[in-house]
């Protein structure tokens, strides 16, 4: 047994198959890969890395179990896909997911792949352990698939709790020792027990907050943006291939892109935290239909037409339009009066907080400081944007100048 000290679960007791997985290369990689990415350059603290949070959900993968009455083979199985279900993690987390996914057809390495070979796989034949069942489990799949990957899965109880000690944001905090007690097994759905309709509320919110305070920052995704147009056009210059980015850590990945002739100025700026600034931040309804539902070419059509009417180098302007709202977590079962209910059916807090999301959503324009009026007037024109373009610097600087002034 190995006893590791930890930031956010005080001492964490690894034996078994994890033991023996803990120092195979796969595991060890994570070390070079930040758990939130660029987030950093908000909060400089945030610098913990997937290897932490992969500790941290094995940890409480190991309470469910034990509170479950789960033990033996079908333990260790969890064990370990608890520990590896970040393996196939491509550098800064999942900011680059999109990209390769668009070369390689997957948004990460296979897993089913990494776990088969090399040492991951011989340390799992050694434990009795079938590579593919601890990959299904890593996917979701089965009756404990949804420990590791659903709902109430304990990777979102871990890196809630980890991101917001990280950062100092307090928001995060939740109760995950209850909600690791509190797991049952009902017709073989992961619920939360009688009485815990708050507990799922608390990881609704929490979650909810999070994300515009950390996740979704004004310059958190001003500087992913930046870095999935710099990791784009060291793909575009041949020196590195696609599967070949997918398995870079953060290091390697910030080392090509310095070494790389077209990607050396992006580099520079993330480098040196001279980043490109809001030109437009609009509502999801002040945009028209259509381009939120753009495709990748689409985006780099608007981004091209906006830099023209501007009279500016097309590399100055990034379009960055996010997904519509999603709440996954309302769908967290529990039950109540002895049935098994869906937590956005049950509690009202389920449509204030997705109302919130939709009020908090921006599609972002961003330039180089000084291009930043002359693009957003023109992105306004282009994208059809139902804001007055004269307002568009007041948006930028007056609406968020509060938040920014603490956290930018």
């Known amino acids: 047994m190995k006893i590791i000290k930890d930031s956010v679960h005080d001492h964490i007791a690894v034996d078994g198959v994890a033991r023996d997985l803990l120092d195979t290369p796969a595991v060890q990689r994570l070390r070079g890969i930040k758990q939130l990415?660029?987030?950093?350059?908000?909060?400089?603290s945030a610098n913990h890395t997937r290897f932490e949070h992969s500790l941290g959900v094995y940890h409480l993968a190991c309470e469910a179990l034990d509170g479950l009455g789960v033990g033996g083979v079908e333990a260790e199985r969890v064990q370990a896909a608890a520990l590896l279900h970040d393996v196939g993690h491509g550098p800064f987390s999942h900011n680059l997911e999109a990209l390769t996914h668009r070369h390689t057809g997957r948004y990460h390495d296979d897993v089913h792949g990494l776990l088969a070979s090399g040492r991951v796989g011989e340390v799992l034949r050694e434990h009795g352990l079938d590579p593919a069942d601890v990959a299904d489990l890593v996917a979701g799949e089965g009756r404990f698939g949804q420990l590791v990957s659903g709902?109430?899965?304990v990777d979102r109880m871990d890196y809630l709790v980890r991101d917001?000690?990280?950062?100092?944001?307090p928001y995060g905090t939740i109760d995950h020792g209850r909600l690791v007690r509190e797991l049952r097994f009902v017709d073989g759905e992961l619920v939360l027990g009688e009485g815990n309709v708050q507990t799922a509320e608390s990881l609704l919110v929490a979650r909810a907050l999070m994300n515009p305070t950390v996740y979704s920052h004004?310059?958190?995704r001003i500087s992913k943006a930046m870095l999935r147009r710099a990791a784009e056009r060291l793909l575009e210059s041949d020196d590195v291939d696609a599967e070949t980015l997918q398995r870079m850590d953060d290091h390697?990945?910030?080392v090509a892109l310095r070494s790389t002739?077209?990607?050396?100025?992006?580099?520079?700026?993330l480098d040196h935290r001279d980043l490109y600034k809001r030109a437009v931040w609009a509502e999801i309804d002040d945009v028209p239909g259509g381009i939120i539902e753009a495709d990748h070419e689409s985006i780099r059509e608007f981004e091209?037409?906006?830099?023209?009417e501007a009279d500016v180098d097309a590399e100055s302007v990034i379009l960055d339009v996010p997904g519509r709202p999603s709440m996954t977590e309302s769908t967290t079962r529990v039950m109540v009066n002895g049935e098994i209910r869906r937590l956005g059916h049950q509690s009202p807090l389920v449509d204030a907080l997705r109302s919130a999301q939709y009020s908090q959503w921006r599609l972002g324009v961003y330039s180089p400081a000084p291009a930043r009026d002359r693009v957003g007037r023109a992105a306004v024109d282009v994208l059809g944007l139902d804001i007055d373009g004269s307002l568009v610097s007041e948006v930028r600087d007056g609406l968020y100048a509060t938040l920014d002034q603490f956290v930018d």
Not at 164 to 169: D, K, L, P, S, Y
Not at 261 to 269: L, Q
Not at 304 to 308: N, P, T, V, W
Request: no cysteine.
């Open 218 to 220: 004004s310059v958190a």
């Open 252 to 254: 390697d990945l910030i």
């Open 304 to 308: 091209r037409e906006i830099a023209a």
């Open 261 to 269: 002739a077209a990607t050396e100025a992006f580099s520079r700026r």
């Open 164 to 169: 917001a000690h990280h950062t100092g944001v």
């Open 37 to 44: 990415g660029t987030v950093s350059l908000v909060y400089p």
């Open 151 to 153: 709902e109430l899965d």
